[in-house]
């Protein structure tokens, strides 16, 4: 069980690599549909194996000197308390909705980004600061990453490039940076609600430390609309997945 386990950290942390995602939102659904683990096992044991997928993958990124350090600092500033807050939230809403709901917000900023790959530039709101807007992104993020337990990168990405304009592989960096202390507060406080599993999340570490690294290196290759257009493809297919077998496996129940 453990080999898979490692295997599956090996796809996740390529993943998150490319994409700039902590890979959370992907490992939960597994967990759960695949290997069986309750819901809130499932949803926050991934949450502390982002922070080293997180950093393997920023590295390469800092080398070429892509990431935007200061959306990222303002967008941590932004998100950190909010991901307490989401955490704690956790107590108060029901698990399997907080299942469907992951699902369902994947499709919608999915297709989202997908529509956004067709217009020729970026459609950015000047009239609000950058770094309102940031520091906006890092509490919606925060808020989510603590009460689905996922890294925030599938939020902060889509925002990042519809709302400030980056580019695919400055907002996958970026995003990646600013993961690594996303998970921080969050996974103290899930570790202290008893939702972690931490020999699961040594065996899913072990995976995604080297293909996290070998994510990015692919994901700097790619031109960004390539980028951008597979990552939103991506998400519509999975998140469709994910929310069918979610309500098959509760209907089931």
Same mark, same amino acid.
């Given at each position: 069980?453990?080999?898979?386990? /490692? ?33 809130? /096992? ?16 920023? *590295? ?10 200061? /959306? ?35 499709? %919608? ?6 529509? $956004? ?25 925060? %808020? ?5 337990? /996922? ?26 940076l600013c993961i690594a202390f996303f998970a921080i507060p969050g996974t103290l406080v899930h570790?202290?609600?008893?939702? %972690?599993?931490? $020999? ?23 031109? *960004?609309?390539?980028?951008?257009? %597979? ?9 469709l997945y994910f929310i069918f077998l979610c309500i098959f496996k509760n209907s089931l129940a």
């Open positions: 069980m453990s080999f898979s386990f /490692i295997l599956l950290g090996i796809l996740i942390g390529f993943i998150s690599g490319m994409f700039g995602v902590g890979g959370s939102i992907i490992t939960t659904p597994v967990l759960k549909i695949v290997f069986g683990i309750p819901d809130l /096992i499932a949803l926050a044991s991934p949450l502390p194996v982002t922070i080293p997928t997180a950093i393997s993958g920023v *590295s390469n990124y800092w080398q070429k000197k892509i990431i935007r350090t200061k /959306i990222a600092f303002l967008t941590i500033i932004g998100g950190l308390p909010a991901t307490v807050a989401g955490a704690l939230g956790t107590k108060f809403v029901k698990s399997s909705w907080l299942m469907v709901l992951t699902g369902v917000f994947i499709v %919608i900023v999915g297709f989202r980004l997908f529509y $956004n790959t067709k217009l020729k530039q970026p459609q950015v709101q000047h009239r609000i600061p950058t770094s309102v807007l940031a520091v906006f992104i890092g509490i919606i993020t925060g %808020i989510f990453s603590g009460l689905l337990a /996922i890294g925030g990168g599938v939020i902060m990405v889509p925002a990042f490039v519809l709302m400030l304009g980056l580019s695919m592989q400055e907002a996958a960096s970026t995003s990646l570790w202290k609600l008893n939702h %972690i599993d931490w $020999n699961l999340v040594l065996n899913l570490s072990i995976g995604v430390i080297p293909s996290s690294y070998l994510g990015s290196k692919v994901g700097i290759l790619l031109k *960004s609309r390539q980028l951008q257009m %597979i990552f939103s493809i991506f998400l519509i297919l999975f998140g």
